[in-house]
């Protein structure tokens, strides 16, 4: 792993910042989550909410730092929207509408005068299935007991160790090829948080220094496949996939949640 930054008192309070309209943006869409609404007018609906709070999102025109690979185009909408059996970066379309039953990640990520704030959540449309309320369950405790491993000293590597642990007692499998990353003026830098991981692996944390956390868990098995849009990750045996994230901050004495409203 190269340099992780550690940010000033400063630099944290505008990534709070964008934090915040980011969390704010994910409460506001909920009220819209129904059948038949198209996945572009949600993007649509939290693009015009994140401008009209004088931001913009740092998806649109963002070309990817993905190290195992350069996407091909820019992405182009506001937020990825991933249904079902889409792990992550689905792209809201016009001819995508929400049915009951489908669950959805939408993962949201602001610019607040140069700083990001990064995070998703999980949504569901009408009843869903007793396996869709399982792996968004798994995904959500998996993602907690992660979090819960943030504090100075500890290696990067227990975040992954626990994390998998957990899903994988509950017969689920985690992501490898997308993790958890530094967030600062850039939308993808050191350190690139690993889901699953060796114990004890990986540099220790330090205060002051801002990753996300965002297990991708499948109720399958976690081979992906990508979309010939180049952006649209999923399971390659089709299974259902869940994913939640937050921007955290490692504190003097544990970890500040900066995604929340
Ligand atoms: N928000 C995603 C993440 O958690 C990245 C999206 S890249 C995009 O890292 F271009 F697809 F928006
Ligand atoms: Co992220
Ligand atoms: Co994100």
């Avoid at 994140?50 to 999102?57: E, P």
């Avoid at 991933?82 to 970066?89: A, K, Y």
């Avoid at 948080?193 to 220094?209: C, D, F, I, L, T």
């Amino acid at each position: 792993m190269g340099k992780i930054l550690i940010k000033t008192p400063e630099q944290i309070a505008w990534i709070r910042k964008a934090g915040k309209l980011t969390a704010q943006t994910l409460d506001m869409i909920g009220q819209y989550i129904r059948p038949g609404v198209s996945t572009l007018e949600l993007d649509n609906i939290m693009n015009t909410f994140i401008l009209s709070n004088w931001w913009t999102s740092a998806c649109i025109d963002y070309l990817g730092n993905n190290k195992w690979g350069k996407w091909a185009t820019a992405y182009t909408r506001c937020t990825c929207i991933s249904l079902n059996d889409v792990i992550c970066h689905g792209v809201p379309r016009a001819d995508e509408l929400l049915k009951e039953g489908d669950i959805l990640n939408i993962d949201v990520t602001t610019i607040v005068d140069g700083y990001f704030g990064d995070a998703s959540r999980m949504y569901t449309v009408g009843e869903v299935s007793e396996q869709a309320k399982k792996v968004i369950a798994v995904a959500k405790k998996s993602w907690e007991i992660g979090i819960a491993q943030v504090r100075p000293g500890n290696h990067f590597g227990n975040i992954g160790y626990e994390i998998s642990k957990y899903a994988e007692s509950q017969w689920c499998s985690v992501v490898r090829e997308y993790t958890g990353h530094g967030v600062w003026v850039q939308f993808h830098e050191e350190p690139y948080v690993y889901h699953k991981a060796e114990r004890n692996s990986w540099p220790k944390m330090q205060a002051g220094m801002i990753f996300t956390i965002e297990p991708m868990i499948n109720l399958g098995k976690f081979a992906t496949k990508l979309d010939r849009d180049n952006w649209t990750v999923r399971t390659k045996d089709g299974s259902l996939s869940a994913q939640w994230e937050h921007t955290i901050l490692v504190t003097e004495t544990g970890y500040e949640i900066m995604t929340k409203a």
